[in-house]
C-alpha cells in the first residue's frame, strides 16, 4: 500500500514538471501566434520602444537590419542595442491608447501581407502596410512588402 502512495504521488509531481515546462515554453516564444498578431505587436512595441516586444516579433531579415553591423543579432543583443539607442529618447506614445484596425490581410503559406490602420487615443494616425513570415510555427514581422 505504502509503494502505491509512492508511485501515485511520484506519478503527479512528475505530471506538475511536465505541465510547468510546457507552460513556460509557450510564455517564452518569441514572435506571435498569426500574420496580424506579428504587425500589430511589431508596430506597438516599436511606438513605444519597447525594444524587448521589438525583438522578441522582428524576423531574422529585420534584427539585422536594426543591429545594423551586418550580422544577425540574438534577441538579447538586439534588445541591448536598442536599449542604448533608445536612451533618454522619448515615446511620444507614453500612457496614450494605441489600436488598429485590419484593413487587408493575405498569408499564403509561411508569408503573409497585413494592412493596418494604427489609431491614437481613438484618432487614425496612419496606415502601414507589412509584411511577415512564419518560421517555426511561429509569425514575425518582416518589414515592409517588397511588392508595393
Known amino acids: 500500500m505504502k509503494s502505491k ?9 512528475a505530471a506538475v514538471l ?34 524587448k516586444g521589438m525583438a522578441n516579433t522582428a524576423s531574422d531579415k529585420i534584427r539585422q537590419q536594426l543591429y545594423n553591423t551586418g550580422e544577425i543579432p540574438t534577441v ?32 499564403s503559406g509561411n508569408t503573409g501581407y497585413v494592412k493596418l490602420n494604427v489609431y491614437v487615443d481613438g484618432e487614425k494616425r496612419f496606415t502601414r502596410e507589412c509584411a511577415t513570415v512564419k518560421v517555426g510555427g511561429r509569425w514575425y514581422y518582416d518589414g515592409e512588402p517588397e511588392d508595393k
Open 18 to 51: 511536465i505541465v510547468s515546462v510546457a507552460v513556460m515554453a509557450l510564455i517564452g516564444k518569441k514572435g506571435a501566434g498569426d500574420s496580424v498578431s506579428a504587425a500589430r505587436e511589431y508596430l506597438e512595441a516599436s511606438m513605444r520602444y519597447d525594444t
Open 76 to 107: 538579447k543583443e538586439l534588445i541591448k542595442a536598442l536599449n542604448k539607442s533608445y536612451a533618454g529618447v522619448p515615446t511620444g506614445y507614453e500612457g496614450k491608447k494605441i489600436t488598429f484596425t485590419v484593413v487587408d490581410e493575405y498569408v
Open 5 to 13: 502512495k509512492t508511485v501515485i504521488f511520484i506519478a503527479c509531481i
